[in-house]
Structure formats: structure tokens, C-alpha cells
């Protein structure tokens, strides 16, 4: 009786792994034919009928505005200089919930799971490093939206693309154009300062001064404005409780949250700071980025004095640059 059990386990196991074996074939099949079909010039496929299947990597502009034209879309801007820690943040708020340290919010699913694979594929230290890697953000790259659809205690499912752009885009006045047109009066901001470059005493100056000078140009290209909900997230907490001198480094980055809440409040919908190691599994520290999630969830970011009956809404699409346009 026993073997015969065993024997029939066997069988199922089979049965299973081809089952496997033919899903992912499928799958590999339809992410070439949607690749092939992206190709096509749109007089080709105009009048034919499909639906949108995606590769799995981070989508492009055109393929989260194709998206948006289904479903609603709350879009994360997260700005910072090279190397400050924008994709590890981003990764970890992935690894949250794929490593279930979510308390509150629920993971309903991703249209880019291969995008934060791609990220986080050297995020754990390899034999020989010192230091975990996260693959940065290529400045020509296009593929910038990772999606994480959440779903809160109430059931509300939001659709969140996390915009991973190039640290250099930030710096330089042609990148901060192009940012503009995408990222106009965006209603979620995160800016990123490295923490570890505060510990430094000769330079954490110029580190204040470049997060300072970026929020001006945000400010000035109206990415940043009264819809805004802007978080400052202080990274590499990690780094600053090893330093020698990690009480005044503290004290420093206190200060330095109380003048960029001080400075920026009467400019955007609201202004939070973060002080956070991404890496760490603490919970102190997994309770920050769900923090941060449910802060880009919350919804209201329009002023409750404003007489509605009086003003006259204009809907207003991030993606209104792909609308027909008359020619001149």
C-alpha cells in the first residue's frame, strides 16, 4: 500500500513539473509577441483587437500610459543624486512584502517582477564583498516605472509605479526638462539624501546643499506644488549608528529635517522626514517604509477650505503629452 502511495506522488510530482514547464513556456511566448507587436507600426495595428501583456520588466513611459488608460495610477517620483540609495529603497520596499515584514498593507500583485529582480539580484553579499550592491539606474535607460499594486486594511487597491530614474537627470537643466513633463505637479515625491555622507564632517554640507538645490528646481519646474505630499528619506541609518561620531551626526540630520520642513511646508500639500536603514530587517525599521507606502496611498491632497461648488475643475493626466495635437 505504501509504495503504491509513493508511486502515485511520484506521477502527481511529473505531472506538476510539465504543467510548470508548459506555463512558462507560455509565458515566454506571450512576452515575445507583445515585444514583436510594440514593434509594429501603428498603421499595422490600428484595427486589431488585444489586450496588454507585459514582459515583466520595468515599463516605459508608453507602456504606463497605455496602462493608465485601464486603470487608475498612483505615480511615486523618488529623486536623488548618484548613488544616494533610490533603487535600494525601492528594492526594499519590493522585499518587504516578498520577505513579510508587512504589518497593514497587502501585496496584491506586480506588473514588473523582473524588474526588481533585475535590482535586487546583488542585494545580498556575495562571497568575496564587503558590501551589498544593488545594480544602479542607467542614465539612458527609459524603463523606469516598477509597479507594486497594495491594498490597505479597508480593501483599497492602488496601483503604485515607482518612477527609478538616473541620479545624474537630477543635476542637469536638459534631464530636469524632460522630467517636467512627465512628473508634472506630481502628488507623491520622495528625495533621498545618503546618510553616510553626513557623517563626514568637511563634506555633509554639500550634501544638504545638493538635496536643497534639487528641491528649488523641482520647485521651480512645478513638479513640486500645493498636490504635493513630499517625503524626505535620510538613508544608510546603518552607516551613521557605526560612525564615531553618530550622537552628533543625529543631532545634525534633526536639524537639518526641521529646515527642509521649515522651508518647503508652505510649498507642497505636506512634508515628512525619514530617517531609515533600507537594509535592515529590524522592525523598527520595516515599519518606516510601510510608512512610506501608506503615506504615497493616502488620499486628499486637495485643500478642504476651497469652496468646490465655485471652482472649475481641468482633469489633468501626466501623460497628456502623448494627446493629438493640431498642426500649426
Known amino acids: 500500500m505504501t509504495e503504491t502511495v509513493q508511486e502515485e506522488m511520484i506521477d502527481m510530482n511529473e505531472l506538476l513539473g510539465d504543467k510548470a514547464e508548459l506555463l512558462e513556456e507560455e509565458a515566454q511566448s506571450n512576452s515575445v509577441k507583445a515585444r514583436e507587436n510594440e514593434q509594429k507600426p501603428l498603421a499595422e495595428r490600428k ?60 501585496f496584491s500583485g506586480s506588473k514588473t517582477m523582473d524588474g526588481f529582480r533585475e535590482r535586487s539580484e546583488n542585494l ?37 509605479f515607482f518612477a527609478d530614474i538616473s541620479g545624474e537627470a537630477f ?26 555622507n553626513l557623517c563626514d564632517i568637511n563634506g555633509r554640507n554639500g550634501e544638504i546643499f545638493a538635496a536643497d538645490l534639487m528641491l528649488k528646481r523641482l520647485l521651480n519646474k512645478k513638479i513640486l506644488s500645493k498636490k504635493t505630499k513630499l517625503q524626505i528619506v535620510f538613508t544608510k541609518k546603518d552607516k551613521v549608528d557605526n560612525c564615531e561620531k553618530k550622537e552628533e551626526v543625529i543631532r545634525y540630520i534633526e536639524e537639518k529635517e526641521k529646515l527642509f520642513i521649515n522651508k518647503f511646508e508652505a510649498y507642497v500639500y505636506s512634508v515628512k522626514c525619514i530617517f531609515l536603514s533600507a537594509l535592515s530587517e529590524e522592525p523598527d525599521e520595516c515599519e518606516k517604509l510601510e510608512q512610506i507606502i501608506e503615506t504615497c496611498m493616502e488620499m486628499g491632497s486637495m485643500d478642504s477650505n476651497v469652496d468646490l461648488q465655485a471652482v472649475e475643475y481641468k482633469i489633468v493626466r501626466h501623460f497628456d503629452r502623448f494627446q493629438l495635437r493640431e498642426r500649426g
Open 47 to 106: 484595427n486589431e483587437e488585444y489586450i496588454s501583456i507585459y514582459s515583466g520588466r520595468a515599463l516605459k513611459p508608453e507602456e504606463l500610459f497605455r496602462f493608465s488608460t485601464n486603470e487608475d495610477v498612483t505615480l511615486v517620483l523618488i529623486a536623488g543624486p548618484y548613488a544616494s540609495g533610490k533603487t535600494t529603497l525601492i528594492v526594499m520596499l519590493y522585499r518587504l512584502f516578498l520577505e513579510g515584514y508587512n504589518k497593514r498593507l497587502c
Open 124 to 160: 545580498l553579499c556575495k562571497s568575496g564583498q564587503a558590501e551589498p550592491l544593488v545594480a544602479r539606474t542607467s542614465r539612458g535607460a527609459e524603463d523606469w516605472y516598477l509597479h507594486l499594486a497594495i491594498s490597505n486594511a479597508e480593501e483599497r487597491r492602488q496601483n503604485i
Open 171 to 196: 543635476s542637469d537643466i536638459n534631464g530636469l526638462e524632460i522630467m517636467a513633463e512627465f512628473f508634472s505637479d506630481n502628488e507623491n515625491v520622495i528625495i533621498v539624501v545618503n546618510g553616510e
